[in-house]
Nanobody, 123 residues
Framework: QVQLVESGGGSVQAGGSLRLSCAAS????????MGWFRQAPGKEREGVAA???????YLAESVRGRFTISRDVAKNTLDLQMDNLKPEDTAMYYC?????????????????WGQGTQVTVSS
């Protein structure tokens, strides 16, 4: 059974840091895209950061300079280091994989999603 499990969410004050981790299991192939997405109440799910199997990274403009994405292709893990967090970063964060091509920061085309981990940033 293919599964993604996220961890590392929590509550922090503005300016703080969190590290999210995503572990994939149940399949052995290497997806072209893996990414982190987030969804705040009443808003659409949006791309935060993504990385290709070749190591090319993409960051949404709103998190550039504050977030870092890293991927271990051999272990099928994906991490998101989040620094200088802001209240507007508050959302449910989802890990996604199994996308064969296209724009990795777009949620369309991802076939496997995790259950999400909550990040709450207070001012």
């Amino acid at each position: 059974q293919v599964q993604l499990v996220e961890s590392g969410g929590g509550s922090v004050q503005a300016g703080g840091s969190l590290r999210l981790s995503c572990a994939a299991s149940g399949y052995t192939y290497s997806s072209y895209c893996m990414g982190w997405f987030r969804q705040a109440p009443g808003k659409e799910r949006e791309g935060v950061a993504a990385v290709t199997s070749a190591g090319t990274t993409y960051l949404a403009e709103s998190v550039r300079g504050r977030f870092t994405i890293s991927r271990d292709v051999a272990k099928n893990t994906l991490d998101l280091q989040m620094d200088n967090l802001k209240p507007e970063d508050t959302a449910m964060y989802y890990c996604a994989t199994d996308k064969a091509g296209g724009v990795c920061l777009r949620k369309g085309g991802y076939n496997i999603w995790g259950q999400g981990t909550q990040v709450t940033v207070s001012s």
